[in-house]
């Protein structure tokens, strides 16, 4: 199966794709960080059209989340919320892929799009962390858990500006944004087999 990933610099959720056998390319602005040569280190837009089979999209949340929710005003009139809006949408909406899944924190698309298909966490599938993941599907099925970490230990936690974060959370930047292998595991199984 052809399989792009988009949005994802990590190479997490390619890697686990091309651990199962399959065609597998990560694509972002930045360059991999795990020095792939499955990565182009460019603008999605550019490689959508290649007869990919699945889609799995990340596009950044930084104006959509609704965590930023008190700069909503300043990012609607200079123009960087609806951005992000239409860029989300070209990524959901692409009519060449027949299957895609587009993740995203809690946040606005639920209204200006459409209610996600599922949301999850990674103690869902054997990471002991909290993060709300909302996936918005197109032609797959919604992910089955796999390994329910006991919920009462969902990692370790800290204090960042006066809020109890997973201490995953407290490294900010690119780093909030990997998806867990766990997840990416899933997915890899999930999502292929037909």
């Known amino acids: 199966m052809k399989v792009l990933v988009a949005c994802e610099y990590s190479g997490i959720v ?3 794709f091309r651990d199962r056998g399959h065609d ?4 972002d602005l930045l360059p991999a960080a795990d020095g792939s040569e499955y990565h182009f280190e460019d603008d999605i837009a550019f490689h959508l059209h290649a007869g990919w ?14 965590s930023g929710a008190r700069w909503f005003k300043e990012k609607r009139e200079d123009g960087r919320q609806q951005k992000a809006i239409e860029f989300f949408m070209m990524l959901a909406e692409y009519p060449h892929i027949s299957r895609i899944a587009v993740e995203n924190p809690i946040g606005i698309m639920s209204t200006e799009y459409r209610k996600p298909d599922q949301i999850v ?7 002991p962390y909290s993060k ?13 858990p796999t390994i329910d970490v006991d919920t009462a230990d969902k990692g370790e936690f ?3 500006g006066g809020r109890k974060l997973a201490k995953w959370y407290s490294n900010r930047e690119r780093k909030r944004d990997m998806t867990f292998p766990g997840m990416a595991h899933a997915m890899a199984e999930q999502w292929t087999n037909e």
């Open 14 to 16: 390619r890697q686990a």
């Open 158 to 160: 800290v204090i960042h």
């Open 132 to 144: 709300s993941t909302c996936w918005w599907l197109k032609g797959l099925p919604k992910l089955k």
């Open 121 to 127: 966490h990674p103690w869902m599938f054997g990471d």
């Open 24 to 27: 597998a390319w990560s694509c």
């Open 53 to 66: 089979d699945l889609l799995i999209a990340h596009p950044p949340c930084d104006h959509l989340a609704v």
